[in-house]
């Protein structure tokens, strides 16, 4: 985690968020043990179909939203700054043995640790500290998604930080 | 359900803010609106069928008039057969002189197609009704 700054005013966002979403003593990986390492956050939807591909349910975190039109300081070094992450939690009936048929149930999961991430006073304290604060989840329905006889479940978790004193020039 | 406090005192504050928030709702949803037909395109890029690369190229969002101000824009897909890829058509042999897949030009059954513009608004539907609720508490907060 960095302080969100005029050098990394695109990248530091979502590094920070990625930062508290990838740690698994926050969000738990349902089908891996905490020994077990598998790649499930990614920037984008990852070709299902690559041999790399390690399964639902994964998490995709996309690159950021910004938005500089805010009011600046009278020197024009601070600027108010808005920025909009959108988290995806993508689950799949679709899998062997007990992993068969779990695909709401795996995405409930996931979205409910997110949320108990996003919303915890510890961690708004730590991303308020690097410049990121108010930000207040917003999750859409579950959009179900027939491929073939495969269901995939679909929600979106979009988290705006508003109105953060930012300094923009260096 | 979009949930948001505001604080007015004094009917001049009230008038101001009555006064504003038309402004400012214009604002910020006509830039949800764009940044929504940008993902729209993408994903519809994304999605859609590719042998020569011609469909996807021909996918672009467009304002809907020529104009300075414009805040209203469409997702415009120029190749001829993107429709016949999106509706599908009766299964028939074509004339296809220019495919990567097909590599000698000459008569071929063709009975497949690939929807890509109904699928792409599906997915990017639920994004656009979380940044309708965000970019509407925006514009009431500020």
Redesign the interface.
């Known amino acids: 985690m960095a302080k969100v700054d005029n050098t990394n005013l695109i990248s530091e966002p979502r590094n920070n968020v990625v930062s508290l979403i990838s740690d698994s003593s926050n969000v738990v990986d349902p089908i891996t043990t905490s020994a077990e390492y598998r790649k499930w956050i990614y920037s984008r939807d990852p070709s299902i179909k690559n041999t790399a591909f390690t399964g639902y349910p994964f998490i995709v975190i996309a690159p950021v939203r910004i938005d500089t039109s805010g009011s600046a300081s009278l020197d024009g070094s601070k600027r108010f700054v808005d920025w909009t992450i959108d988290i995806e939690v993508v689950s799949s009936d679709y899998g062997y043995g007990e992993a068969a048929g779990q695909g709401l149930s795996h995405n409930d999961a996931v979205t409910n640790d997110i949320l108990q991430t996003l919303l915890d006073v510890d961690n708004r304290a730590t991303l308020r500290s690097q410049g990121m604060a108010f930000g207040k989840p917003v999750v859409s329905d579950v959009l179900i998604e027939s491929l073939k006889q495969e269901k995939v479940y679909r929600r979106i978790i979009t988290v705006p930080f508003d109105g953060n004193w930012t300094k923009t020039t260096g | 359900m979009v949930g948001q406090r505001i604080k007015i005192s004094g009917l001049k504050e009230a008038h101001n803010f009555l006064i504003n928030v038309p402004k400012k709702l214009d604002k910020y949803l006509s ?1 949800t609106n764009n ?1 929504f037909m940008e993902d729209l395109k993408n994903e519809a890029i ?1 999605m859609a069928p590719e042998d020569t690369g011609e469909l996807k190229a021909s996918i672009v969002k467009e304002p809907v008039r020529k104009g300075k101000n414009v805040k209203i824009w469409k997702v415009v897909v120029n190749a001829p057969h993107g429709i016949y890829q999106e509706e599908g058509f009766t299964p028939h042999y074509a004339w296809i002189i220019n495919s990567s897949k097909m590599k000698t030009p000459g008569r071929y059954w063709v009975e497949k197609w690939t929807p890509f513009m109904k ?1 792409a608004f ?2 990017v ?3 656009y ?3 309708l ?2 970019s509407t ?2 514009a009431l ?2």
């Open positions: 830039k940044d994304a699928p599906k997915k539907e639920a994004k009704l979380n940044m609720k965000v508490k925006r907060a500020n």
